[in-house]
Structures are given as C-alpha cells and as structure tokens.
T-cell receptor, first 114, second 115 residues
C-alpha cells in the first residue's frame, strides 16, 4: 500500500523567505507525484506533478519540486514566498500505470507573515 | 468549462437525518472521486468510480455511507442516518482516465455539520 508523509505540520515564514516542504512516500513501484494547494476556504488545486523525465518539476506561481528516487522524496520549494502563498499544501502519490487512486499526505499549513 | 460542481455548499442537519451530497464532474471525465476532509484525519478517499462503476469503496467508513453514479454527469453521496462525527468537508473530484498520468480536478466541497 502507498503512504505519504509530510513531517512539517505548520510552517511560519516571513515574506521573501525561501521555502522547502518535505514529502516522503512509501511505495515499491513507479509512482506519479503531485503537490496540491488549498487556499483558505477554497478547494484543492494542482501546483505541479511529476510523471517521468526531468526530476526537477516546475509548477505554477514559482513553485518547483524535485523527485529524488533514492530518498523516496518529492520536496516542494519556492525561493521567495509571498503573503498570498498562505495555504495548506498536500503531497500525493499514485501508482504509475495503475489505478488513479491518489494517496494524500496529511498536509502542511503554511503561514506567511507580511 | 465550469469545473466540478458540488451542491449544496453548506449543509447543517440534525443527528439521525439523511444527508445527500451531489456532484457533477467535468464533462468528458470518466473517473469520479469522493473525499472527506477533517482536521483529525486529513483528506481521505471514500470511494471512486470509473465509467460510472464503483472501483474502490474501501474508504467508505461504514454502512451508513453509500454512493451512486447513475450516469456520467452525476453522482451522489448519501449518509443515513447522519451522526455528529460525520461533520467534515466533502470533496468531489474528477479526472480523465485514459492518459497515463492523470490529474484530479476538485470541486469546491460541501461543508457538512451534523448537530
């Protein structure tokens, strides 16, 4: 069975600080990896996704994530955060070529202080 | 496209009442997912359908929960009878299976409060 761990439950940063949110997954096969964002009071939206190829994936709003297969990690990064990045961030995994079931991490709440 | 549509957006009911949540997936999508989000348990997949057929309902918490997808453009999640611990935000998502790397598109959610 797949599982996803997000060890940072709540991260507080000042504007312009750099961000890295951790995500580790557990699965024996090839995976698809996703980061979703949920702004306050809104639904989940896709930030970026990894299927294959370049392990450094660029998404919307200046976010990127790096897939490190040896570490089973898919950490989310942004060099300079903005107040509008305040949201909850979810890492998710699905099996490559398998069914579409997404397994989500518990989420990381990000608070940006102006 | 209007995206995934859910109704109602908010539902407040009393314990023991029947609750029905509705979802209209994105046109052309052939997979539909129901999730529940709570502070304690995070985001949990309850059930998902492919081509209107339930594929995995292992996340459905108990027999009080049931879901149907009578056609490609409509699904319901029913709780009968409802209990206070069912209070949560319920999300519906859809995707276009057939491509090997699918993205799920989420609806705005239904916030359910059971008193």
């Amino acid at each position: 069975a797949q599982s996803v761990s997000q060890h940072n439950h709540h991260v507080i940063l000042s504007e312009a600080a750099s961000l890295e949110l951790g995500c580790n997954y557990s699965y024996g096969g090839t995976v698809n990896l996703f980061w979703y964002v949920q702004y306050p009071g809104q639904h989940l939206q896709l930030l970026l996704k990894y299927f294959s190829g370049d392990p450094l994936v660029k998404g919307i709003k200046g976010f990127e994530a790096e897939f490190i297969k040896s570490k089973f990690s898919f950490n989310l990064r942004k060099p300079s955060v903005q107040w509008s990045d305040t949201a909850e961030y979810f890492c998710a995994v699905s099996s490559f070529g398998g069914n579409e079931k997404l397994t989500f991490g518990t989420g990381t709440r990000l608070t940006i202080i102006p | 496209d209007a995206g995934v549509i859910q109704s109602p957006r908010h539902e407040v009911t009393e314990m023991g009442q029947e609750v029905t949540l509705r979802c209209k997936p994105i046109s052309g999508h052939n997979s539909l997912f129901w999730y529940r989000q709570t502070m304690m348990r995070g985001l949990e997949l309850l059930i998902y359908f492919n081509n209107n057929v339930p594929i995995d309902d292992s996340g459905m918490p108990e027999d009080r929960f049931s879901a149907k997808m009578p056609n490609a453009s409509f699904s319901t999640l029913k709780i009968q009878p409802s209990e206070p611990r069912d209070s949560a935000v319920y999300f519906c998502a859809s995707s276009d299976q057939g491509r090997w790397s699918t993205e799920q598109f989420f609806g705005p959610g239904t916030r359910l409060t059971v008193l």
